[in-house]
């Protein structure tokens, strides 16, 4: 009779191990991808938004200058060859101790509105058109 109750607890036991170790069964929620790897760059990654964001951007470029866009498996490529070709200037200065200080980033962008015959205030107008943000402007030009 102890043979059995111990048996018995430890069936127990063990079931309860079983159910708590299964996973968690589906609550009729869908699965969402939030992103995905587009390419990896020796330690880091380029994600599809990321690829999708930059793309985007350079078919909104193009359409304010007037150019004709080609079409998007001709672009995809080259905006993920110039991704990877960031990642790896970046991976390059790093180990070589580069670094842009805001300073440095304000004097860019300054120089850019210049040779575009505008304003920092009108860039940053026309990167929010484009759906970019000030910050992610900043972030891209430091990168390149």
Do not use: C
Not at 1 to 22: D, E, G, P, T, Y
């Amino acid at each position: 009779m102890i043979v059995r109750s111990k048996f018995i607890q430890l069936l127990n036991v063990a079931a309860l191990a079983v159910v708590f170790s299964l996973p968690s069964l589906p609550t009729g929620a869908e699965e969402v991808l939030l992103d995905r790897v587009a390419a990896i760059v020796n330690e880091d990654v380029v994600m599809a938004s990321e690829l999708e964001s930059r793309t985007k951007d350079v078919y909104a470029r193009l359409e304010e200058s007037g150019t004709a866009a080609p079409p998007r498996d001709v672009v995809v490529p080259q905006v993920l060859d110039r991704l990877i070709l960031e990642r790896l200037q970046l991976i390059k200065g790093q180990r070589v101790n580069i670094r842009i200080s805001d300073a440095d980033l304000n004097q860019a962008l300054e120089n850019a509105a210049r040779r575009q015959g505008t304003t920092v205030d009108q860039i940053t107008e026309m990167a929010h058109q484009r759906g970019v943000t000030l910050s992610s402007l900043r972030h891209q030009m430091r990168n390149e």
